[in-house]
T-cell receptor, first 110, second 117 residues
Framework: GIQVEQSPPDLILQEGANSTLRCNFS?????LQWFHQNPWGQLINLFY???GTKQNGRLSATTVATERYSLLYISSSQTTDSGVYFC????????????FGSGTQLTVLP | GAVVSQHPSRVICKSGTSVKIECRSL??????MFWYRQFPKQSLMLMAT?????????EQGVEKDKFLINHASLTLSTLTVTSAHPEDSSFYIC?????????????FGPGTRLTVL
């Protein structure tokens, strides 16, 4: 099956710093989503981004489908950004279920 | 974005009992719903896919007789953990998608934390 790898696995930042999270996938995909899982477990949709670039406030994401990777940028990080960030993909031609990466645990220190 | 609810948010039960978890799409019709399980410090693992009005499709290694899934309407899916044992303790999360949505974006419920004593 498709492999989804995220890096780094853990990231500790000082409040106000910027960061880039990476998601590599091993095959062609129809769909790619980025999520933030907060400390209570809720998955929050950040971006639906099978290709191209999108921005939402301090967050932006870029997916280069031909090179099989996606990047999530967090600027001016805040303590509320802490949590686990997952990317998840839908394999082209599949039954359209999401396959999740292993996540990046982000801790933003005050 | 679309809203998905789950109930209960937390349940503690004795070994051998059955537990039902509800997943509802509140503001859209979910033609497809998914059930995931997440163990501590791990990623989400898909358990099964359910389409309204038809039998669920289970992932390899997931016992369909133990994890009963019903998707009787376009807004409700239920997961019943039958004869629960301590190893079934986990965080169960549902998601929903409308096949009418060209993007096929999935939206997730807040999860249910199951503890089996």
């Amino acid at each position: 099956g498709i492999q989804v790898e995220q890096s780094p696995p853990d990231l500790i930042l000082q409040e106000g710093a910027n960061s880039t999270l990476r998601c590599n996938f091993s095959d062609s995909v129809n769909n790619l989503q980025w999520f933030h899982q907060n400390p209570w477990g809720q998955l929050i949709n950040l971006f639906y981004i099978p290709s191209g670039t999108k921005q939402n406030g301090r967050l932006s994401a870029t997916t280069v489908a031909t090179e099989r990777y996606s990047l999530l940028y967090i600027s001016s990080s805040q303590t509320t950004d802490s949590g686990v960030y997952f990317c998840a993909v839908v394999l082209s031609g599949s039954a359209r279920q999401l396959t999740f990466g292993s996540g990046t645990q982000l801790t933003v220190l005050p | 974005g679309a809203v998905v609810s789950q109930h209960p948010s937390r349940v503690i039960c004795k070994s051998g009992t059955s537990v039902k978890i509800e997943c509802r799409s509140l503001d859209f019709q979910a033609t497809t719903m998914f059930w995931y399980r997440q163990f501590p410090k791990q990623s989400l693992m898909l358990m099964a896919t359910s389409n309204e009005g038809s039998k669920a499709t289970y992932e390899q290694g997931v016992e369909k007789d133990k994890f009963l899934i019903n998707h009787a309407s376009l807004t409700l899916s239920t997961l019943t953990v039958t004869s629960a044992h301590p190893e079934d303790s986990s965080f169960y999360i549902c998601s929903a998608r409308s096949d009418r949505d060209a993007d096929n974006e999935q939206f997730f419920g807040p999860g249910t934390r199951l503890t089996v004593l």
